[in-house]
């Protein structure tokens, strides 16, 4: 089983460029969620999803845009990149209220 | 949990001692918690879990304690190891018409020393 994979692993971007963070998983979890970890710092959330067709807002959500395209891919994107959205990125799934299990994250630097 | 902007406490103990990390939530709807540990480079990896109608649960060297009233969940490592040293993260799962919101704590840094 691959868990919870997120691609890219890495990327750089210019202020103003878009890009779409990919996360799939493969555990038949109903629910999905992207966080971002600034250095040092805890995990924010920006978006999560309870179940398939319904994305809802977390503790940080400007900036940003989610798609819960399918049951196994819930996609984050960036439509306009600033300096402030530099951080590691996660995507986590889960079963209900059990735990959530994380993919390995996606580091985003916005130069 | 919720996570306020500020940078991480830290824990030090020496190895073989009992470790006791701390995490305060604001959510009394709240029906659901996990602790994980975060290595450095890592996602967070599931270490334990409590629901609400409980007040203790052990774990293999782990135990979590919930006090309801405080709003208070505390992590306790028996014989601590250098392996231990990471990154410790309470979440709590949200009830009511946030169903499946799950929030993170501040975090702790955990350093065991040999």
């Known amino acids: 089983n691959a868990g919870v994979t997120q691609t890219p692993k890495f990327q750089v971007l210019k202020t103003g460029q878009s890009m779409t963070l990919q996360c799939a998983q493969d555990m038949n979890h109903n629910s999905m969620y992207w966080y971002r970890q600034d250095p040092g710092m805890g995990l924010r959330l920006i978006y999560y999803s309870a179940s398939e067709g319904t994305t809802d807002k977390g503790e940080v959500p400007n900036g940003y845009n989610v798609s819960r395209l399918n049951k196994r891919e819930f996609s984050l994107r960036l439509e306009s990149a600033a300096p402030s959205q530099t951080s590691v990125y996660f995507c986590?799934?889960?079963?209900?209220?059990?735990?959530?299990?994380f993919g390995q994250g996606t580091r985003l630097t916005v130069v | 949990g919720e996570s306020v902007g500020l940078h991480l406490p830290t824990l030090s103990v020496q190895e073989g001692d009992n470790s006791i990390i701390n995490c305060a939530y604001s959510n009394s709807a709240s029906d659901y918690f996990i602790w994980y540990k975060q290595e450095s480079g890592k996602g967070p990896q599931f270490i334990i879990d409590i629901r609400s109608n409980m007040d203790k649960r052990q774990g293999q060297r782990v135990t979590v304690l919930l006090n309801k009233t405080v709003k208070h969940l505390s992590l306790q490592i028996a014989a601590t190891q250098p392996g231990d040293s990471a990154v410790y993260f309470c979440a709590d799962n949200a009830g009511g018409t946030s169903y499946g919101k799950l929030t993170f704590g501040q975090g702790t840094i955990l350093t065991v020393h040999p």
């Open positions: 986590a799934s889960r079963y209900g209220r059990t735990e959530a299990f």
